[in-house]
């Protein structure tokens, strides 16, 4: 079984331009991001898939992979499909890791991979974890999900979701945190399916597998990450990472 973990990124973020060469602690947030997927015990291989040319300068500066792709794609799960293809993968399942969460732990990777090793009827899945705060759950910048008893995914949204009205803020909430393994042949299909009225709506690429009928697995992380969205969120990434145990780990690597 042959495993990739794709990250894709771009310089071209509206509300934080450039923030994947953004420094955290002296090291740009994308070399964070592929050092610690590197620690992974079920990756093969890490690539970068970007449409910048100075993203890859960076990446094979510091000894990683990268592939050139369109600067047309809307979704992130377009831009690895693309990317697989070019580098003409033969692995069995390709993991989208988000290219903005510079505290991600590779257990997490290990965590979202595992039922698609456990059930090979299941295409796809990512990762959830509780909201904790009220604000949490009202940032339209966090995906709100809802699943059924068997953690298969009901609905995405970056509203607050589930309705507070009848049940007490205290109930459990979850929010999407962007893992996502799919099965190789699922990706392509996956990129082929048309796009989705929800999908376009909520701007959530699973909502496209949901609204084809497909079963997505929620997995819960008890692992804390924070999203870099601006350079506040990039101060307070610094702040996390000096404290960070698996950066001390990496941090002599680089140059």
Request: charged share 25%.
């Amino acid at each position: 079984m042959k495993i990739i973990g794709f990250i894709p990124v771009r310089m071209n973020s509206s509300r934080f331009p450039g923030k994947p060469l953004a420094k955290i602690c002296q090291i740009s947030m994308i070399e964070h991001i592929y050092h610690r997927c590197s620690m992974s015990d079920t990756l093969d291989e890490v690539w970068v898939a970007t449409c910048d040319n100075e993203i890859v300068e960076v990446v094979n500066a510091f000894g990683g992979k990268a592939i050139m792709t369109s600067n047309l794609h809307e979704r992130c799960t377009d831009r690895i499909a693309e990317a697989a293809k070019k580098i003409n993968t033969d692995a069995d399942i390709i993991v989208n890791i988000q290219g903005d969460e510079p505290l991600v732990n590779p257990r997490m990777i290990d965590l979202v991979v595992q039922p698609l090793l456990d059930d090979n009827s299941l295409q796809t899945a990512h990762l959830v974890r509780k909201i904790t705060s009220i604000e949490e759950f009202n940032d339209p910048n966090e995906v709100k999900v809802v699943f059924d008893p068997n953690w298969n995914t009901l609905y995405c949204s970056r509203e607050p979701i589930p309705s507070v009205k009848k049940v007490d803020f205290y109930y459990d909430r979850w929010k999407q945190v962007c893992i996502i393994p799919f099965r190789c042949d699922f990706l392509y299909k996956f990129n082929d399916l048309p796009q989705t009225p929800l999908e376009k709506i909520e701007s959530v690429d699973m909502m496209r597998a949901v609204e084809h009928g497909y079963s997505v697995k929620c997995v819960e992380s008890e692992y804390k990450t924070i999203g870099v969205d601006t350079p506040k969120d990039l101060e307070y990434a610094e702040m996390l990472m000096a404290e960070d145990s698996l950066y001390c780990e990496y941090a002599q690597l680089v140059s």
